[in-house]
C-alpha cells in the first residue's frame, strides 16, 4: 500500500508559479511512476507530467513542456510539480498518482492504482 498527501495548491495571479508537492509513504519502494493530473470542473483529468521514479525521467506531453517541471527527492519520497507562467486555463484540481508497474501510456490515469487528495490551484487574471 502507498500513501499520497499533496500540498501546495493555492490561488495565484496569472503569470506567477507554484510548485505542487506529493509525498509518499508506505510501500514506496514499489513505486514506478508518478504523475500529475489535473482535473477541471466537468473535464476528465489529464496527465501533465509524469516521472519514472527508478530511472529520474520526466515526461511531458509537447504543450506542456516548457512551463511544467516534475522532479523527485528521493531522501524524502516527494514528487515535486512547478508550473510556470500559470494562466486561468491552468485552474484546477490537480492530482498526483504512482504507478507500481511499468507505464505505457503515461497520460492515461487507469494506469496509475495510487491517488493523492488533491490540490487546488486557482489562477485569476
Known amino acids: 500500500q502507498v500513501q499520497l498527501v499533496q500540498s501546495g495548491g493555492d490561488s495565484v495571479q496569472a503569470g506567477g508559479s507554484l510548485r505542487l508537492s506529493c509525498a509518499a509513504s508506505?510501500?514506496?519502494?514499489?513505486?514506478?511512476?508518478v504523475g500529475w493530473f489535473p482535473q477541471a470542473p466537468g473535464k476528465e483529468r489529464e496527465g501533465v507530467a509524469t516521472?519514472?521514479?527508478?530511472?529520474?525521467?520526466?515526461f511531458y506531453p509537447a504543450s506542456k513542456k516548457g512551463r511544467f517541471a516534475i522532479s523527485q527527492d528521493r531522501a524524502r519520497n516527494t514528487v515535486y510539480l512547478e508550473i510556470n507562467s500559470l494562466t486561468p486555463e491552468d485552474s484546477a484540481m490537480y492530482y498526483c498518482?504512482?504507478?507500481?508497474?511499468?507505464?505505457?501510456?503515461?497520460?492515461?490515469?487507469?494506469?496509475?492504482?495510487?491517488w493523492g487528495q488533491g490540490t487546488q490551484v486557482i489562477v485569476s487574471s
Open positions: 508506505g510501500d514506496t519502494k514499489s513505486i514506478t511512476y
Open positions: 498518482a504512482a504507478a507500481t508497474r511499468p507505464v505505457i501510456v503515461w497520460t492515461d490515469p487507469g494506469q496509475y492504482l495510487y
Open positions: 516521472i519514472s521514479t527508478r530511472a529520474d525521467v520526466p
